[in-house]
Nanobody
Framework: QVQLVESGGGLVQPGGSLTLSCAASGITFTRYAMAWFRQAPGKEREFVAA????????IHADSVKGRFTISKNNAKSTVTLQMNNLQPGDTAVYYCAAGGRVIVSQLRSHSAYDYWGQGTQVTVSS
């Protein structure tokens, strides 16, 4: 059974930092591209960052570039999203996703991913 379990969400003030982690089980982690998406109330799910199977391709959405960093630890089967300088517009539920057949051109597409976590809430507010 495949499981993706996110952790690390919470309430933070503008300008603060959070680190989200996603622990994967039930998959051969090195064969999967991993990604983070987010969804704010009343909005569609939005791409945040992705890393390809062998970590050869790492991409971030323009809205988070320079503030967020995705990384993958194959030994621990985890993917991390380091989020710095958080702003109220970053408030959303953040989802981890895993895809076994994602090519580089598809990394931003939510439909390319096979498995999803339950999500973790990030709230940025003073």
């Amino acid at each position: 059974q495949v499981q993706l379990v996110e952790s690390g969400g919470g309430l933070v003030q503008p300008g603060g930092s959070l680190t989200l982690s996603c622990a994967a089980s039930g998959i051969t982690f090195t064969r999967y591209a991993m990604a983070w998406f987010r969804q704010a109330p009343g909005k569609e799910r939005e791409f945040v960052a992705a890393i390809s199977q062998r970590s050869g391709s790492i991409i971030h959405a323009d809205s988070v570039k320079g503030r967020f960093t995705i990384s993958k630890n194959n030994a621990k089967s985890t993917v991390t999203l380091q989020m710095n300088n958080l702003q109220p517009g970053d408030t959303a539920v953040y989802y981890c996703a895993a895809g076994g057949r994602v090519i580089v051109s598809q990394l931003r597409s939510h439909s390319a991913y096979d498995y999803w976590g339950q999500g973790t809430q990030v709230t940025v507010s003073s």
